[in-house]
């Protein structure tokens, strides 16, 4: 069953006319405004660097994720970092894969933008099969740490840069 659902979904860039089902599908699979307010802030202040819906045959909106702007701390920082937060699936199609099929494709475009570094904070259990690493981020420096906060490195910059202090979009530090 997951990956039939996922394989009828389409997987695209998010564009203006989504925002408002982002918002209700982001409230819906989070159960409460935090989330929904938060992808609204990192949108309005261009913090998004990438940003893809997942669309049912029916052209609803049913996934959406974000990526955010993450800035090194330091005159010699020379990484190019984001951050994979939030993910949404509608509630009626969670563990479907649809999740895992637009985080899986949105790393491969990241990795073709010549990103370095990707971090996440989240369900070790569900992001490390997709490479993420709670050893590697405990070589960044951030407002997030512990087993939650983990990081994927797709180039050999990440090695020789680390440690690393990070900053993330200012919408995060109003996050509840």
Known sequence: MATDMAQTV???VATKTDQEAIRQLTEEAFARTAEA??????RACNALDLEYVGIDGDGKVVGHVAFSTV?????EHRLKMTCLAPISV???LQNTGIG????EQCLEILKSQNFDLVLVLGP???YTRFG?????AQKV???YAGDAFMAMAFTAAVEKALPIEVTFATPFSRFE
């Open 37 to 42: 307010r938060l992808v609204d802030a990192l």
């Open 90 to 92: 509608s509630v009626a």
């Open 71 to 75: 800035t090194g701390a330091g005159p």
């Open 10 to 12: 389409s997987i695209r």
């Open 141 to 143: 420096t951030a407002p």
């Open 124 to 126: 070790p259990a569900y």
């Open 100 to 103: 895992s099929a637009m985080i």
């Open 132 to 136: 993420f690493d709670p050893v590697l």
